[in-house]
T-cell receptor, first 114, second 113 residues
């Protein structure tokens, strides 16, 4: 049973560039979540999917952020026109659908904006 | 008032002692409560979850929940240096926020030999 997989592990880019991250959830998990974590803080919820449907988005998810899960399997998170404040760890998690199931996190993608 | 508050750290305990981590939350609709451990530079790792009032034990870990007081705690017995990490409390959203976790800022625990 493989865990949640995220790619890339690290991304360094210049301000203004677009970046895309990928998340592959645990295979039988229908729910997929994105969080962002900055140093010294707990993860902050960004958005989540049940199968291919995006069910909730945080106000943190500005127009520059978009997430997709087109076939209900892997998901992508894109940030357009990156800003210094986007530097953070982007975490993906997945869970089963029944009730309030525990979420299992991937290793994260660390984004650094130059 | 923050949605989830954890006791300010860092918390330092000697090896073999009991570490007590506390968390209060504001959303009365929360139905499930999760404790994650996060080592420096790593992602959160689930260690306990609890849904009902009372205690839940798993090895050296005990989670305690009191929904009336909006309080959840984690006790670590026989603390080991390998328990040194940040512990994150996360109530699961009920009501209209089903599926979303709201994390506290975390409590840094240091277990010294």
């Amino acid at each position: 049973d493989t865990g949640v997989s995220q790619d890339p592990r690290h991304k360094i880019t210049k301000r203004g560039q677009n970046v895309t991250f990928r998340c592959d959830p645990i295979s039988e998990h229908n729910r997929l979540y994105w969080y962002r974590q900055t140093l010294g803080q707990g993860p902050e919820f960004l958005t989540y999917f049940q199968n291919e449907a995006q069910l909730e988005k945080s106000r943190l998810l500005s127009d520059r952020f978009s997430a997709e899960r087109p076939k209900g399997s892997f998901s992508t998170l894109e940030i357009q026109r990156t800003e210094q404040g986007d530097s953070a760890m982007y975490l993906c998690a997945s869970s089963l659908t029944t009730g309030e199931q525990p979420q299992h996190f991937g290793d994260g993608t660390r984004l650094s904006i130059l | 008032q923050k949605e989830v508050e954890q006791n300010s750290g860092p918390l330092s305990v000697p090896e073999g002692a009991i570490a007590s981590l506390n968390c209060t939350y504001s959303d009365r609709g929360s139905q499930s409560f999760f404790w994650y451990r996060q080592y420096s530079g790593k992602s959160p790792e689930l260690i306990m979850f609890i849904y009902s009032n009372g205690d839940k034990e798993d090895g050296r870990f005990t989670a305690q929940l009191n929904k009336a007081s909006q309080y959840v705690s984690l006790l670590i017995r026989d603390s080991q240096p390998s328990d040194s990490a940040t512990y994150l409390c996360a109530p699961g959203g009920g009501g209209t926020s089903y599926g979303k976790l709201t994390f506290g800022q975390g409590t840094i625990l240091t277990v010294h030999p």
